[in-house]
C-alpha cells in the first residue's frame, strides 16, 4: 500500500495569510492526487484534482503543485470559510490512501 | 444533478452483519466505477473498495483492511450500490460514503450514513 504521510497535523493561522499543507507519498503515484475540504458534519469536498486541476466552484486562492512523491496544496489569503480539515488522497494504485488530515484553526 | 444517498446505517453488535444501500441518481449508473469510503470519528478517510462498471465486467477491489469481511455489490436495474459487511468489529464503527470513482478521483460523495458496532 501506498502511505500518505501528510503536515502538518496542526495549523494555526490568521485571516489573509498564506499557508501550504503538504503530502508526501511511500512512492511515485504520478500526480494521482486530489485535495479535500472537510467541515464538521459534512462529507469531504474535493478542491484539487490530479495535483494542479481547481475544482469547478473553488475559489482561485487554492491552488496545488507537485511531482514524484511531494505535493502541496497552498492557500494564497485565508478566508474565514477556510477553516477546517483539509486532506489528500492519492488515487495512483489500490488501496486508495488518504492522509490523516491537517486541522486549519483560526489563530 | 448527480445525487449519492446511503441508507442502512445504525447499531450492530460485535459480531453482527449489516448491508448499506447507496441509491444513485442523475448519470448512466453503469458507466461508472462506484466506491465506499469509511471514516472513524476524528479522523481520516478510508478506502473499502471498488467495483468497477459495465465495460470491466463489475469486477471488484477491497481495501485489505476488510477483504473477506466486507462485499461490494450493484443492482444496475435500480441503481443501487450495496455494502455488505459481516463479523463487524468495534473498530468497523465509522461513518459510511457512498462516492462516484472517476479517472480523476472522487468528487461526488454521499451524505454518509453512521455505523456503531457496539454491545
Known amino acids: 500500500d501506498i502511505q500518505m504521510t501528510q503536515s502538518p497535523s496542526f495549523l494555526s493561522a490568521s485571516v489573509g495569510d498564506r499557508v501550504t499543507i503538504n503530502c508526501k507519498a511511500s512512492q511515485n503515484i504520478n500526480k494521482y492526487l486530489n485535495w479535500y475540504q472537510q467541515k464538521l458534519g459534512e462529507a469531504p469536498k474535493r478542491l484539487i484534482y490530479n495535483t494542479n486541476n481547481l475544482q469547478t466552484g473553488i475559489p482561485s486562492r487554492f491552488s496545488g503543485s507537485g511531482s514524484g512523491t511531494d505535493y502541496t496544496l497552498t492557500i494564497s489569503s485565508l478566508q474565514p470559510e477556510d477553516f477546517a480539515t483539509y486532506f489528500c488522497?492519492?488515487?495512483?494504485?489500490?488501496?486508495?490512501?488518504f492522509g490523516a488530515g491537517t486541522k486549519l484553526e483560526l489563530k | 444533478e448527480v445525487k449519492l444517498l446511503e441508507s442502512g446505517g445504525g447499531l450492530v453488535q460485535p459480531g453482527g452483519s449489516l448491508r448499506l444501500s447507496c441509491a444513485a441518481s442523475?448519470?448512466?449508473?453503469?458507466?461508472?466505477?462506484m466506491s465506499w469510503i469509511r471514516q472513524p470519528p476524528g479522523k481520516a478517510p478510508e478506502w473499502l473498495g471498488v467495483i468497477r462498471n459495465k465495460a470491466n465486467g463489475y469486477t471488484t477491489e477491497y481495501n485489505p483492511s476488510v477483504k473477506g469481511r466486507f462485499t461490494i455489490s450493484r443492482d444496475n436495474t435500480q441503481n443501487i450500490l450495496y455494502l455488505q459487511m459481516n463479523t463487524l468489529r468495534a473498530e468497523d464503527t465509522a461513518i459510511y460514503y457512498c462516492?462516484?470513482?472517476?479517472?480523476?478521483?472522487?468528487?461526488?460523495w454521499g451524505q454518509g450514513v453512521m455505523v456503531t458496532v457496539s454491545s
Open positions: 462516492a462516484r470513482s472517476e479517472y480523476y478521483g472522487y468528487n461526488y
Open positions: 442523475g448519470f448512466t449508473f453503469t458507466d461508472f466505477y
Open positions: 488522497l492519492q488515487h495512483n494504485s489500490f488501496p486508495d490512501t
